[in-house]
């Protein structure tokens, strides 16, 4: 089923404008329902929402990421 931008923002417990930039950085797939380029109406599908939590889903499921390993520190001799 597809939803609006309103309903996805709800669901996601975000503002409509969060929404829509995560469109627009491409993170979260939308169709575009509207009538020619001018009148542009965007949904999102229940897949795509879903897709997207598991995305962003933190767990045990999911590898963790390698630490980062600082650089040595090299002491420096003044002469």
Same mark, same amino acid.
């Given at each position: 089923?597809? @939803?609006?931008? =309103?309903? !996805?923002? #709800?669901? *996601?417990?975000?503002?409509?404008?969060?929404?829509?930039?995560?469109?627009?950085?491409?993170?979260?797939?939308?169709?575009?329902?509207?009538?020619?380029?001018?009148? @542009?109406?965007? =949904?999102? !599908?229940? #897949?795509? *929402?879903?897709?997207?939590?598991?995305?962003?889903?933190?767990?045990?499921?999911?590898?963790?990421?390698?630490?980062?390993?600082?650089?040595?520190?090299?002491?420096?001799?003044?002469?």
């Amino acid at each position: 089923m597809l @939803r609006s931008i =309103k309903y !996805s923002a #709800e669901y *996601l417990d975000s503002s409509e404008d969060h929404i829509l930039n995560l469109i627009r950085k491409g993170e979260l797939p939308a169709v575009n329902v509207g009538v020619g380029s001018q009148r @542009r109406r965007l =949904k999102i !599908s229940d #897949e795509a *929402l879903n897709r997207f939590i598991a995305q962003r889903t933190i767990g045990a499921e999911q590898p963790a990421k390698p630490k980062r390993r600082s650089m040595p520190q090299t002491q420096k001799e003044w002469v």
